[in-house]
């Protein structure tokens, strides 16, 4: 435990010291209309400081789930842009089963901090802060947190009232079977570029995986662009296809946001091949160099593309709504969307209502 609290203080050290030269950039940034860095100045000033403080509790109990958070918002903004749709309980809104979201080992309890982080959240505030802007503020946190550049994130997201289906969500979340030109294609659609899709896909130097998101690449036949020893000691945790175990993502430094990602796959130590396969093909190969060698630069890409990626087709203004509860759509929602014009008005409206 102590041993576990001094990496935590170490990392703590070290996010803070990277704060300086990434703010810098934030007058470049493009914002979508209808979100702002400055949206809960009046009707929720302490919202971001709510959320860190209790991730930081969360995280000294189990650092693994800032991975799970980082995940979770990743989700959210590939399918059907970063409206909370990934919160929505399939099952609670009444589609087939067959309509559903698959479950894709998204971590249960990624779900349940984000709720618990609401609460808190709407507890201090009022109904105004929507599930989509927690996320976007938790797996900002989760970098921060676990070592990686601190960043302001634009908010105002609104949260969306249909859950994307089964066929949506499998179209727009790239297998790990991917190759490089499949990602960039896929991504392409997004509007990412090369070094977008190589950044972003540094997430995965935090978190774990189940055996079957890889074993392809171990049975029938061993990927050859696999390290033989890392092989041999996946096979071992995973003896079969579909054994039940997980490995970590990043082999030098499971939970810690850095560069090291960039180093297992120029080690041909990348458990996915979308990952590895960004060190296989020309087109990406010198981006990955580039982040093995310069953390800085890859955190700088890091939030450039996680600032794109927060603001895929985010629904603002009077869209959507402010969920009371993460996991359902609000049961009012005529009547809370007749209410809402402007910040000033929801906290009128909220007011009146309590
Ligand atoms: C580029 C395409 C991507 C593919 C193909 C991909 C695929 C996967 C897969 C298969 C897993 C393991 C799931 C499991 O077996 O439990 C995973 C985990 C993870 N991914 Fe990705 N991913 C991609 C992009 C991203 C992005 C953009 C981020 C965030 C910026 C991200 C963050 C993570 C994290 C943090 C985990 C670990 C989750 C945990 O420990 O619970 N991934 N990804
Ligand atoms: C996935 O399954 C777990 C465990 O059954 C559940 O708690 C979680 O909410 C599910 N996630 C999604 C996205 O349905
Ligand atoms: C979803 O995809 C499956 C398989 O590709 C297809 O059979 C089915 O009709 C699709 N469902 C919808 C609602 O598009
Ligand atoms: C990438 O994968 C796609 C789909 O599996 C395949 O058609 C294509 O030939 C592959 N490209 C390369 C360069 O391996
Ligand atoms: C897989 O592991 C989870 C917990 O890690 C457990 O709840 C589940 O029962 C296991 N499934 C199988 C098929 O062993
Ligand atoms: C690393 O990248 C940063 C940010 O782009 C740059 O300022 C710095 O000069 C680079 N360092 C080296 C050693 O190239
Ligand atoms: C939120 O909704 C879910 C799904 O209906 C329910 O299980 C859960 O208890 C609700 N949470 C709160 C805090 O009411």
Known sequence: MAKASAFFASLLLLSSLSLVSLSEAKDSVHVEKGLSWTFYKKSCPKVESIVRKQLKKVFKDDIGQAAGLLRLHFHDCFVQGCDASVLLDGSASGPSEQDAP????????????IDDLRDRVHKECGR?????DIVAIAARDSVVLSGGPDYDVPLGRRDGLTFATRNATVANLPAPSSNTSVLLTSLATKNFDATDVVALSGGHTIGISHCNSFTDRLYPT???????????????????????NTV???IRSP????????????????????DQDLYTDKRTRDIVKAFAVNQTLFFEEFVKSMLKMGQLSVLTG?????????????????KFLASV?????????????R
């Open 318 to 334: 009077k869209q959507g709504e402010i969920r009371a509860n993460c996991s359902v759509r609000n049961p009012d929602n005529k």
């Open 128 to 132: 105004v802060v929507s599930c989509a």
């Open 222 to 244: 061993q990927d050859p662009t696999m390290d033989k020893t890392f092989a041999n000691d996946l096979k071992e945790t995973c003896p079969a296809k579909d054994t039940n």
């Open 102 to 113: 698959p479950n894709l080992s998204l971590r249960a309890r990624a779900f349940e901090i």
């Open 255 to 274: 939970d810690a946001f850095d560069n090291k990602y960039y180093v297992d796959l120029m080690n041909r130590q990348g458990l996915f091949t979308s």
């Open 341 to 353: 014009v402007e910040e000033d008005v929801v906290e009128e409206a909220w007011a009146e209502l």
């Open 248 to 250: 970590v993502l990043d």
